[in-house]
């Protein structure tokens, strides 16, 4: 039998693309290849289009929030009111042993909104600043809290991160509030035992020790993260954290690349300008960092809910359709367009 080259050549072709593919095919559904940060996988913010055609008109210089300290400067809100409260234990630095339920928490949790308030009560009182600027001693509890925030991942999370890789993951982080949550999109055909909140919080950190001078003060700061808690239910478990996927905030792109950070801008130029589904915005209302938009068209009445986070930018969450005088969720935003919207679906492509 003779081989030509060019047969030769095609196979090595052929075998070179089912690599690739399978390679890549594989980065996309390992985890493990995105960063795993403050007990979250970190995701970047995809690049969104800007200054189309079809989203001009939306915004006007003269806008009263645009020439406001909306973008600049972190908001005065309260934070989120938890459910519970970690006291600790005594012996700080002592090694604690299994099971890890701190006093006054329940053995399993029946809702999953109780089990990400109790995850974040314990987080609330961890540090692991060692190596970091910040704090003049022992800052809240140490690391000692850890394992008990561990303890609420659920069984097949903790099987992919281990307990000292969850402990790593806050290096640096020396207090986390919860200041937001609220019930996210439910994709359709996903099972009842699955929930999605929406959340956003707020470390202190600071830089890390430099090796190679000689000591010097440096201010510690705040930063923040926002994303979506995925809650599972087992019957033996009860509710548990399956994931958690957060984008860092940025405190500098919404004051110069604007409209599709701002609520009703977005509305106007995705539903009005591309989609052609509304005419015109009825009403805007707001309560605290939530903003809901009222929309209609020839068709339908609309209503999209954003929340607005700390760094002024809002986020929509949700979409309303108007039957029989209830609002009903959908999805009506194109594939291609999932990034606008803060959802489970931006997380798993």
């Not at 999109?185 to 707020?202: C, K, R, T």
């Not at 915005?281 to 209609?296: G, H, L, Q, R, T």
């Not at 068209?297 to 607005?308: A, L, P, S």
């Amino acid at each position: 039998m003779i081989i030509y080259k060019k047969d030769i050549t095609l196979v090595f072709i052929f075998t070179i693309v089912i690599t690739v593919l399978s390679l890549t095919l594989f980065k996309n559904i390992n985890n493990n290849s995105k960063p795993y940060v403050v007990g979250g996988y970190i995701h970047k913010l995809e690049k969104q289009r800007n200054g189309t055609e079809l989203s001009k008109s939306v915004m006007k210089e003269n806008d009263n929030d645009f020439y406001k300290e909306r973008f600049a400067r972190p908001s005065k809100e309260p934070v989120l009111k938890l459910k519970y409260e970690y006291k600790g234990y005594e012996g700080l630095f002592k090694e604690l042993e299994p099971p890890y339920i701190p006093k006054g928490y329940p053995q399993k949790y029946n809702k999953p909104k109780d089990v990400i308030h109790a995850y974040y009560s314990i987080l609330k009182d961890a540090a692991n600043m060692i190596g970091y600027h910040g704090g003049c001693g022992t800052v809240g509890r140490s690391r000692t809290p850890y394992p008990f925030a561990y303890e609420l991942l659920s069984s097949e999370t903790k099987k992919e991160i281990s307990l000292e890789k969850f402990k790593d993951s806050f290096s640096g982080v020396g207090h986390t509030t919860l200041l937001k949550l609220y019930l996210a999109f439910q994709p359709p055909n996903i099972p009842l035992n699955i929930q999605y909140y929406m959340a956003e919080i707020e470390i202190i950190t600071g830089p890390p020790y430099s090796k190679d001078e000689e000591y010097k003060p440096e201010p510690g700061y705040f930063a923040y993260y926002y994303g979506i808690i995925t809650t599972i239910y087992d019957k033996k478990e009860g509710w548990k954290i399956k994931s958690v996927d957060y984008i860092p905030e940025d405190f500098l792109c919404a004051p110069w690349h604007f409209w599709q950070w701002h609520s009703k801008a977005l509305v106007q130029a995705v539903y009005g300008n591309w989609y052609k589904i509304i005419d015109k915005i009825d009403k805007v209302e707001k309560e605290n960092s939530y903003v809901s938009i009222y929309a209609s068209g020839k068709e339908n009445e609309y209503r999209f809910d954003f929340v607005r986070l700390t760094n002024g930018e809002d986020i929509l969450l949700n979409e309303y359709i108007k039957v029989n005088d209830k609002w009903k969720e959908v999805n009506l935003l194109k594939p291609d367009d999932q990034d606008y919207k803060l959802s489970i679906l931006r997380f798993k492509k």
